[in-house]
C-alpha cells in the first residue's frame, strides 16, 4: 500500500487560453493535515475539483490511494469526502433528514452511519429543528457532517470556515483535530483564514497565479517563524564563538551566508551586541526578526495585502 494518500504530476487545467492551475506536483501522506494556501483566484478550487472528479485535467496525473489508472482512481474517489465551495444542505429538513438523503444518494447501508455521524459533528440533539434555523457554524458541521457520512479515509475541505464567527472556528478546527487524532484521517484544507491553518495544518502548500511556490511541513514553517536575532560580522566563526562562551548559549544557527540566527536572548540586543564589540567584532547587521504566515506568505508572493486572502 502507498505511504501517500494523494499525489500530483504536472496537474494543468486549461481554460480557452489560460492555465487556471500549471505542473502542480503535490504530495500528501496518510494522516496529514494539508493547508492550501493562496490568494482569491490562485487557483485552490480548481485543483480540489480536479481531486474530487468534479472536472478533469487538461494534463498530468492523479494519483489517489497509490492508484492513477482512469478506472482504479474513479473506484478510489469513493474512499474521499469533500465540501467544495457550500455544502448541499435542504434547508427545509432537520440534520437526520439531511444525512438520510445523502445517504440514500450514496448507496450507503444501514442507517448506523446517521447517528453517528450527527453525534460525532455535534448535532445530535437538533432534532426537528430545520436546517434553515441553524447557524452558520451548525450548517458547515452539517456539511461535514456528510462529508463524512461513508466513513472515509481523506476528506477535502474548501474554506470550510468562511463567515465564520472566531468561535465557530475554533469550533470547527477542533473537530477536524479530533477527526485526524482518533480516526487518523488525511485532511485537505484550503483557508484563507493563515494564522488558522497554522494552528491547524501539519504540511502546507502556497499557491499563487495557478503555480505551487512551496511545499513545508509546520515543523519547516515553524523554523521559519522562530523569533531570532539575525546577526552579521566580520568573522562569523568568533561570532559563534563569542555567543557559546561569553553569552553561555548554543542556541544559534549559523547559516551558509554566515549569518548568525540567535534564538535565545533575542530581546537583549544590547547584551549581545556588547558581547561581540567587545571581542573585536565588527557588527555590519543586527536586527530581531521572525515571521507569522501572513508575513511569510507575502514576503513569498511579492507582497499582498492580508485582505485579500480568499477563496480562490
Do not use: W
Not at 452511519?113 to 426537528?128: A, N, R
Not at 565588527?282 to 499582498?304: A, C, N, P, R
Amino acid at each position: 500500500m502507498s505511504e501517500y494518500i494523494l499525489r500530483t504530476e504536472n496537474l494543468s487545467k486549461k481554460y480557452k487560453h489560460d492555465f487556471a492551475i500549471e505542473n502542480i506536483n503535490i504530495t500528501i501522506k496518510k494522516s496529514e493535515i494539508y493547508g492550501f494556501i493562496g490568494q482569491n483566484g490562485a487557483g485552490k478550487s480548481t485543483f480540489l475539483r480536479l481531486v474530487t472528479g468534479l472536472i478533469f485535467p487538461t494534463s498530468g496525473t492523479i494519483e489517489l490511494f497509490g492508484n492513477k489508472n482512469p478506472k482504479e482512481f474513479h473506484e478510489e474517489q469513493k474512499r474521499l469526502g469533500g465540501i467544495i465551495e457550500n455544502p448541499a444542505l435542504f434547508l427545509n429538513m432537520t440534520a437526520r433528514e439531511n444525512l438520510e438523503v445523502h445517504r440514500l444518494q450514496k448507496g450507503i447501508p444501514g442507517k448506523d452511519c446517521i447517528d453517528k455521524t450527527l453525534e460525532l459533528v455535534g448535532l445530535s440533539d437538533t432534532g426537528k429543528k430545520k436546517t434553515k434555523n441553524f447557524s452558520l457554524g451548525m450548517k458547515q458541521r452539517l456539511g461535514l457532517g456528510i462529508a463524512l457520512l461513508s466513513d472515509p479515509e481523506f476528506i477535502i475541505l474548501d474554506e470550510p470556515t468562511n463567515g465564520l464567527d472566531p468561535m465557530g472556528i475554533v469550533e470547527l478546527r477542533e473537530l477536524i483535530k479530533k477527526l485526524n487524532r482518533e480516526k487518523g484521517l488525511t485532511v485537505l484544507i484550503s483557508s484563507h483564514i493563515l494564522s488558522e491553518l497554522h494552528q491547524l495544518a501539519t504540511k502546507f502548500g502556497i499557491i499563487h497565479k495557478g503555480k505551487l511556490l512551496e511545499e513545508l511541513t509546520s515543523k519547516e514553517l515553524d523554523e521559519k517563524f522562530r523569533q531570532h536575532l539575525r546577526i552579521k560580522v566580520d568573522d562569523p566563526t568568533l561570532g559563534a564563538t563569542v555567543l557559546e562562551k561569553n553569552l553561555f548559549t548554543t542556541d544559534f544557527e549559523v547559516m551558509q551566508d554566515g549569518t548568525i540566527k540567535l534564538y535565545s536572548q533575542f530581546e537583549d540586543m544590547r547584551k549581545v551586541s556588547l558581547a561581540l564589540t567587545n571581542n573585536g567584532l565588527v557588527i555590519e547587521h543586527l536586527s530581531q526578526t521572525g515571521d507569522s504566515l501572513e508575513s511569510y506568505f507575502s514576503k513569498l508572493v511579492g507582497g499582498v495585502e492580508h485582505d485579500e486572502f480568499a477563496e480562490g
